[in-house]
């Protein structure tokens, strides 16, 4: 090995350390690269480290590590003008089976072709490209389709030529992979090629790739059509886009037909309303009547968002005579996924269609729905109820909507109730507080007594929220009495109930009403014989104390929190001083 005052120590020491049959021990080594070059200065770095990293062989891990270092190395071969001696090694790593390896290589080299001036873009860049793009091994090609659209347009025309015929011919390969990895750049290249070579050159590869014998290319023809779309004037879209894409719409895969329904708005804003309403509605129909669910489940989902950026002139009437019937269908259909997808955004067209054919024509898809046997259609129709709030008057959501809140408001699927309790502010302040205490009232005091603590504790923020909304003399007269009498019952989990409504509500109910009605409540249950009632009372002491003035806490809760300190029970003692604690910090 050679000595410390050796000129080649540190090669000789990286040598040495890549040798090591520890792999922990060549990967630190690897990652000392900057160290080293630092040590060998830029000059020795460009004529001795980099020609020793091409010529090296090392393990997976470690090629790794190489080649994320390699794209920050600029600075340590000496700087922009001297990137190109980092090609070498990159392009070695970008001809690599192991995928792994060769995407970071990949990246790596399109941050260093970055860094590279147009001349020497051209010079050393572009013939590393050329050589990647016509190697006999595969993985060269699968690299040489992420670096065009990297070097296109700092490049002269006659290069840029060169370049667009290589990238059809990788578009055109034998090998799936590297047709799958040329179409998976479409979109990237086409943003930075000039109009007319877009619609002369990558157009025609675009619309053979839609054709490819492997779906796996077809598919990520899909995910190309909406950039490509944007770039092209209305006539064009419809002369060279739309058929190839009407073709994946109907394409003998499930998962093309997949693709195509999950990107239909895209596609949809990409072409425009015009093309929209002649080329792609009939084909949003034909995907709502899919054979497969799950290409009925990916296009239900982007039912509201496609209508609602439909042409406004004939929307609704679009909306009625051409989806309403297929979406009527998916609401019965076989597979829960469908009809579960159809009631995350159903309740959406109502604001589209407004409130006469809400009532007309959703409302009883909406009734449908609420009793469906699963209770994810249920919890999603649910959850988006609020969307019909504002365009219905109090006496049409009093008959169309209530019947069904009370129905569901005992659901056995507790996340079916938690929804309906988290409706439940939205419905009230649509109501009004004379309404509500006539006909919701009794299923707040429902929803606190339920056996699961998240109803319970969703049920208590409800009454934070309702009395912020309604008011706190509405709270003095209809809440807190009903709370209050929960502290005297015999079942202890009804007293815990009542000291999480009062810890919430302190802070809607003012420092009146706390120190009035609710602080002596929770004082009173100090000495519940219950530990865990006790520990909740020094949890909801200092909670409330935010909204006490300084004589109450030092009159009141403090010494009720030093008795609480020295309780015989361990987590009383415990909770006690972290309110003591607590409070003393605020």
């Known amino acids: 090995m050679a000595s410390l005052g050796d000129p080649l120590y540190p090669i000789a020491v990286l040598i040495e350390e890549l040798k090591n049959e520890d792999v922990q021990v060549r990967l630190n080594s690897i990652r000392k690269l900057s160290t080293i070059a630092l040590a060998l200065g830029e000059e020795r770095t460009r004529s001795e480290l980099i020609p020793f990293l091409i010529e090296a062989i090392y393990d997976v891990e470690v090629l790794l590590v190489l080649a994320d270092q390699l794209g920050k190395f600029t600075s340590f071969v000496g700087g922009p003008e001297f990137a190109m001696y980092l090609i070498p090694p990159l392009e070695s790593l970008a001809t690599i089976e192991e995928s792994v390896v060769r995407d970071m290589a ?26 990647l793009a016509s190697d006999d091994w595969f993985p060269g090609r699968l690299s040489a389709c992420s670096l065009f659209s990297v070097c296109y347009p700092r490049l002269p025309q006659p290069v840029k030529e060169s370049l667009r015929a290589s990238f059809c011919k990788l578009c055109q390969d034998e090998t799936a992979m590297v047709r799958r990895a040329a179409t998976s750049k479409l979109s990237e290249f086409s943003k930075v090629m000039e109009i007319e070579h877009l619609k002369s050159d990558l157009i025609p590869s675009f619309v053979q790739l839609a054709k490819d014998e492997q779906d796996s290319v077809r598919l990520l023809v899909v995910e190309a059509c909406p950039t490509i779309a944007q770039l092209l004037p209305q006539e064009d879209i419809e002369q060279l886009i739309l058929p190839s894409l009407r073709q994946c719409a109907k394409d003998p895969s499930w998962r093309v037909r997949c693709k195509v329904a999950e990107k ?72 829960s996924h469908v009809r579960s997808a159809v009631a995350s955004v159903i309740m959406g067209l109502s604001p589209i269609l407004g409130a006469y054919k809400t009532v007309e024509d959703l409302l009883p898809l909406f009734y449908i729905q609420l009793r469906d046997e699963c209770p994810e259609v249920r919890l999603n129709i649910i959850s988006k109820m609020d969307c019909i709030n504002d365009i219905m008057n109090i006496q049409q959501v009093s008959e169309s909507i209530l019947p069904a809140v009370f129905e569901l408001a005992e659901d056995s699927k507790w996340r079916v109730r938690l929804a309906i309790v988290e409706y439940m502010p939205s419905l009230a302040g649509q109501l009004g507080q004379e309404f509500f205490n006539k006909k919701l009232h009794g299923l707040c005091q429902f929803w ?20 912020k909304h309604f008011g706190a003399p509405w709270a003095e007269q209809t809440i ?78 403090k010494p009720t929190l030093d008795k609480l300190k020295v309780d015989t029970d361990a987590d009383v003692k415990y909770f006690a001083a972290q309110a003591i604690d607590g409070i003393a910090a605020a």
């Open 448 to 467: 606190l007594n339920d056996h699961v603590f998240a109803i319970r504790e969703a049920a208590a923020l409800n009454l934070k929220k309702l009395v």
């Open 480 to 557: 807190i009495p009903m709370i209050l009498v929960m502290s005297r019952n015999t079942n202890y989990l009804y007293r815990m109930t009542c000291l999480l409504c009062l810890s919430v509500l302190a802070e809607a109910c003012g420092t009146d009403l706390t120190v009035r009605l609710l602080l002596p409540t929770v004082l009173q249950l100090a000495t519940d014989p219950i530990a865990n009632v006790r520990f909740n009372v020094a949890k909801t002491l200092q909670k409330m104390t935010p909204f006490l003035e300084a004589s109450v806490i030092e009159d009141q809760v």
């Open 106 to 131: 990949v990246e790596s080299l399109r941050n260093v072709a970055n860094e590279h001036s147009p001349l020497d873009l051209e010079i050393h860049v572009v013939p590393t490209l050329q050589r």
């Open 264 to 335: 239909f708005v895209d596609l949809q804003m990409a072409v425009g309303p015009d093309i929209t309403l002649i080329g792609l509605l009939p084909d949003f129909q034909s995907l709502l009547k899919d054979t497969e669910a799950e290409v009925r489940a990916a296009v239900a989902s982007k039912v509201t968002d496609f209508c609602a950026n439909l042409a406004k002139a004939n929307q609704a009437q679009i909306i009625l005579n051409c989806i309403l019937p297929s979406v009527q269908d998916l609401i019965s259909d076989s597979n």
